[in-house]
């Protein structure tokens, strides 16, 4: 994926979050509330640089802890 798709796919991911963030999504009973905790995603790029190995071997283990998901994001 280009720096270019990847950089649309994480503002309009996070354009999405900071409005569930800060209580302004709609649902049927009016607003969601708002997040105490809600981390911007950036990507890390790794997968990019070749080094898919070090990928799976330091970064997928702890997937299953919500600290980054199944492809290259981490909380910033």
Request: aromatic letters at 8%; charged letters at 35%; hydrophobic letters at 25%.
């Given at each position: 994926m280009t720096n270019e798709w990847t950089n649309l796919i994480l503002d309009y991911h996070n354009s999405l979050r900071s409005k569930i963030a800060f209580g302004m999504e709609r649902n049927q009973t009016g607003k969601l509330p708002s997040a105490k905790n809600m981390y911007e995603l950036v990507s890390n790029m790794l997968?990019?640089?070749?080094?898919?190995?070090?990928?799976?071997?330091?970064v997928l283990p702890f997937s299953s802890l919500g600290t980054v998901s199944w492809r290259n994001w981490q909380k910033r």
């Open positions: 997968l990019g640089d070749g080094r898919t190995k070090e990928f799976h071997a330091n």
